[in-house]
Structure formats: C-alpha cells, structure tokens
C-alpha cells in the first residue's frame, strides 16, 4: 500500500473549504467528512481550526520554512565510491555478500569519512545512478515475545560462514541478552566443540553472572540426538535427556538448559548472525584479513558499535542503555558467581568423564593414553579442560588428584 500523498497536493482548497463549510452547518456529520477528505481526526480538527480562524485567507500551500539539506559534491563522490566497491565485493564470486547493505555502508562513511548520510539516502541515490533494482517490498508481520528482566533468558547459537574470501570457513559462537539484545559473547572458533561452548559460558558468566537459563537448538553439543546416536540403543541412551557436557556445566551452575524447537524461536540471536555477516564480511574482503586474530578485532569493533550506538527498532535504545536502565530499575536476575572454597574454575568449566581403568592402571580419553600409578581396576573422574590449542587432564578420585599433566 503506497504512502499518502502530502495534503496540499492531493485536496483542492476550494473542496476543501467546501466540506468544513458543511460540517459547520452540520449539513454533514464527523465521520463523513473526515471521510472525505481521507484525514486522521487530529489533521481534521487542526485545518478545521485553522479555517474557522481566518476563513478567507484560509490555505493549505506548504510553504518550506528551510533550505533543504542537500549533500554536497564530495559527498555524492564519496557515496558513488563506496557504492562501486561494494559492487565489486557482490560480483566477486570468492565474497559471501549477495547483496547491498545499505545500513552497513552508513555507518562506513560516517567512520571512514566524518560523511553523514541515512541508508536511505544512500539506496536512493543508488537507483538514481543505475547501480541498484529494489525487489518490491511486502510488509512483514513481526511478533515479539521478550522478558522483562535481563538475565533470565541468554540465547546462545553458533554459525559458520566464510568471513573472509582470504580464509576458510569458521565459527562464531554467539550469546545474546534476550531482554536487552545486547551481545554478551561473541568469538571466533576454527572448530564447534563442547569444550568451546563450555569456554563461552565461563566467560560469559565470568563478566556478568549467572543467568537463569540458556536458549539454544537441539544440537547434540546441547541436547542428547536419538537419530545421531548409535544403532543399538537402550533405554537410557534413549532418553532425550541423557548427560551431555554442556547440561552437566550447566547444572553445576544451576542454569536451566532450554532446547528450541526451530531456529525462529531463538530470532534474536539469528538477527544477530544476519547484523554482523553484514558487516564484518564486508570489512574482512576490504581489509584482506588472512588471520584469526584480525577478524575478531573487526568482530569485537562491529559488537561494540551493535551494543553501544546501534539503536534497535523495537525497543528505540541502544542494547547498553536498556541493559543498564534494567539494571539501574532493579529488573536484573544475574547472579554473582564465585567457585566454592577449595573449588577452582577448572573444577566446573571442563569435560568431566568417569572411567575405569585397566590391570596396567592405564585408560584413554580423547584418543590420549594415560597411565596412572594406582590400584587395578580403580573408578576414577577425569577432568579434561582444552584452551588455546593446550591440553590439561586431572585425574581424581573420591576428589584427590592422583594425576595432573599438560599436553
């Protein structure tokens, strides 16, 4: 449905005048003339106030009391610059961008070069130029259920994607404010583990607390997956809620895990994935990234601006100005965090398994051999903890170190 046009040039005065003249001598009703002249009922009563004041010079004329704000020459160049990079990045067949991100390139001439200008600007002035053909626009029905506390529900998620045509693709692992739609976590990852999941949750709650519980898909990191088990199952390998790393981190923590039934139940986190793609792709083709620690600085600039100046279209603020007035109003449910006494981070934020070793005193875990000098046949807890490419392995039993080495 096209938008109306401005009144003074769809009504004729003098049809105008005609109509208030009727509702005056009440020759018309309310509803008929508001109908009429197709007019909200503010717009109605404000002319109608205006023609009952001065009846003869009444007019409806837009008269423009300011010059309009035109960009200038070096502007328009700027614009046409960047517009033909970015076409160059979505005919390059070696570059994830598909199409204009029109948003994205804003805030790039605002960093770049001090140029303000909207997106709509700029998408305007594209089709002007012949360098972008909209799709027509259909309305999309939105429907919005949030909490009302921060903290008590984080959505966590991962994608993988090509973030550079210079590098291969890798993950980002993703945590997301459900209340406040700030981004709590966000890192690089060559691979998707449990431990890597488990390493965004301790820094997670290491900067802001525990929160009640975590949203994510029923990957079978998060959730034990009947069709992804082995063939011959029993019963408790069937049931849907057999131990898996994550749940067992969480219920350390007392988090409630929760499992979404489809990716759109969890869009605030996907939103987040389809933001940043938009933008740290881009940055990552401009600046030739070819490591992983230049595209988490682009990644941990792009989140910075996401939280700190990006002002989201439901709420109106920025995710850090409503994460800090929930805090400031006493609507927050995290909590503080500190290991028991005699308890380390390691104790918690690690993969836990119970194992049973040989007459050597001798078992594996992870395809690494360890030896023990113990009694036979002994049940012991090995606790295995991977960061940063270095391995650690503690062996216990009944909460005694026999065993603890580096790899």
């Known amino acids: 449905m096209s938008q109306k046009q401005q009144v003074h040039k769809r009504i004729v005065l003098l049809f105008m005048k005609e109509v208030f003249e009727a509702y005056t001598n009440k020759r018309i009703d309310l509803a008929e003339a508001r109908t009429t002249l197709s007019l909200s009922r503010s717009s109605f009563f404000r002319y109608l106030k205006m023609y009952r004041s001065n009846p003869s010079g009444f007019g409806i004329s837009y008269i423009r009391t300011s010059v309009n704000r035109k960009l200038s020459v ?22 994830r961008v598909g199409k204009y991100n029109f948003s994205a390139l804003s805030e790039e001439l605002k960093r770049e070069n001090g140029i303000s200008a909207s997106s709509e600007t700029i998408r305007k002035k594209a089709i002007a130029w012949k360098m972008h053909h909209p799709k027509t626009r259909f309305a999309k029905i939105y429907r919005e259920v949030e909490t009302t506390k921060i903290g008590r529900l984080f959505q966590h998620d991962t994608c993988i994607h090509q973030w550079s045509p210079f590098c291969k693709a890798f993950y980002l ?26 390493l965004a949750v301790r820094d997670t709650v290491q900067k802001y607390g525990l929160p009640l519980a975590y949203y994510t898909d029923r990957h079978s990191i998060f959730t034990f997956n009947f069709n992804n088990g082995p063939r011959n199952q029993t019963y408790q390998t069937r049931v849907e809620d057999a131990d898996v790393q994550w749940k067992c981190v969480l219920s350390k923590l007392q988090i409630q895990g929760i499992c979404a039934n489809s990716p759109q139940a969890k869009g605030k986190v996907e939103s987040k994935f389809k933001y940043l793609q938009g933008r740290v792709v881009r940055r990552c083709a401009k600046e030739e990234v070819t490591t992983f620690e230049h595209a988490q600085r682009i990644l941990d600039e792009e989140v910075r601006y996401y939280n700190e100046f990006k002002i989201h279209a439901v709420t109106e603020q920025t995710p850090q100005q409503r994460f800090e007035l929930a805090e400031k109003e006493g ?51 090995i606790r295995y903890i991977e960061e940063n490419g270095e391995k650690e392995i503690i062996v216990l039993t009944k909460n005694t170190v026999l065993k603890s080495f580096r790899i």
Request: charged share 35%; glycine share 4%.
């Open 173 to 198: 692992i993703l945590t997301v404010d459900d209340h406040s739609r700030k981004i709590v976590y966000a890192k690089f990852f060559a691979q998707e583990t449990s431990m890597n999941h488990i």
């Open 331 to 381: 609507r927050s449910v995290l909590r503080p965090f500190k290991p028991a006494e005699g308890q380390s981070w390691k104790d918690i934020f690690c993969l836990e398994y119970e194992k049973k070793l040989d007459r050597y005193g001798r078992t594996k875990v992870k395809g690494i051999e360890i030896q023990v000098k113990s009694s036979p046949s002994q049940n012991v807890t």
């Open 74 to 95: 070096v502007a328009d160049e700027k614009i046409a610059e960047i517009l033909r990079d970015e076409k160059e990045l979505i005919r390059d067949p070696n570059v």
